[in-house]
């Protein structure tokens, strides 16, 4: 028998989606396309940081969410934009 999966409230509109521990203030994927800047500009995934080493390898590090953060959705203020929909 195959486990149920909870569900939360999402934090703008109430529709249910899944429950993701780490994320508890989670929005759906329709609130989550509205997400803004406060100026109005549309969120956009940031592109992943690129490192090279000396031998010419490269690494994927971790991005800034610095000027992604705040963002808002409908006029509320939303902590933490870059895991799409978990803002």
């Known amino acids: 028998m195959e486990k149920e999966k909870q569900t939360v409230a999402c934090a703008i509109c109430g529709a249910r989606i899944e429950l993701y521990a780490l994320y508890p203030n989670r929005v759906c994927n329709e609130c989550d396309s509205r997400a803004a800047h406060q100026d109005g500009t549309p969120v ?13 390898t ?11 953060n705040p963002v ?16």
Do not use: F, H, M
């Open 58 to 68: 490269r690494t994927l590090g971790l991005w800034d969410p610095e000027p992604y």
């Open 72 to 87: 808002y959705i409908d006029g509320r203020k939303c902590g933490t934009a870059g895991t799409w929909g978990s803002l």
């Open 44 to 56: 956009t995934q940031p592109p992943p940081v690129v490192t090279y080493r000396e031998n010419g």
